[in-house]
């Protein structure tokens, strides 16, 4: 009986402790997604770079032979930045239609997350799968796997 009550009152305190992680974990893997989409289709290389691990973390990146890939390669997120950032910066009519779908967050332990996201640019919608980690109480993408629909 103690025993079972003991049980009861940990779980009353630690399942709140637990969710309040979890709802803070997912705010902050949110707000890094965003980062990346904003500072992608915004051309900003800051925003960029607060979403993104790029001391050593790649992307995986489709390899096409005609039109079906034969594999992927690894390319640094170090290399990708300036290059997503310095590219033409987008009109406002094509801006307006750019849409950001987060489809799936799954969050193990607060310390690695996976997600789904659909991002159209223009005429363009890429299906993201993203690895993240808890870096220095940072939530930071650290692979990053895609296809164009």
Not at 9 to 26: A, E, G, V
Not at 136 to 146: C, D, E, L
Request: with cysteine.
């Amino acid at each position: 009986m103690i025993k079972t009550l003991l049980l009861v009152i940990i779980l009353t305190i630690s399942l709140p402790i637990i969710s309040q992680s979890r709802t803070d974990d997912l705010t902050l893997i949110t707000t890094t997604i965003q980062n990346y989409y904003n500072g992608y289709i915004e051309r900003d290389i800051d925003k960029l770079n607060t979403a993104f691990d790029t001391e050593y973390e790649t992307m995986k990146v489709p390899v096409d032979n005609k039109n079906s890939s034969k594999g992927y390669k690894n390319v640094y997120f170090k290399d990708l930045i300036p290059e997503w950032g310095n590219r033409e910066k987008l009109p406002e009519s094509e801006l307006n239609n750019c849409a950001l779908h987060i489809l799936n967050i799954d969050i193990e332990a607060g310390n690695i997350a996976t997600a789904k996201m659909s991002m159209k640019v223009g005429d363009v919608t890429y299906i993201d799968i993203l690895s993240l980690h808890n870096i220095n109480g940072a939530w930071k993408i650290t692979n990053k796997i895609y296809y164009v629909k």
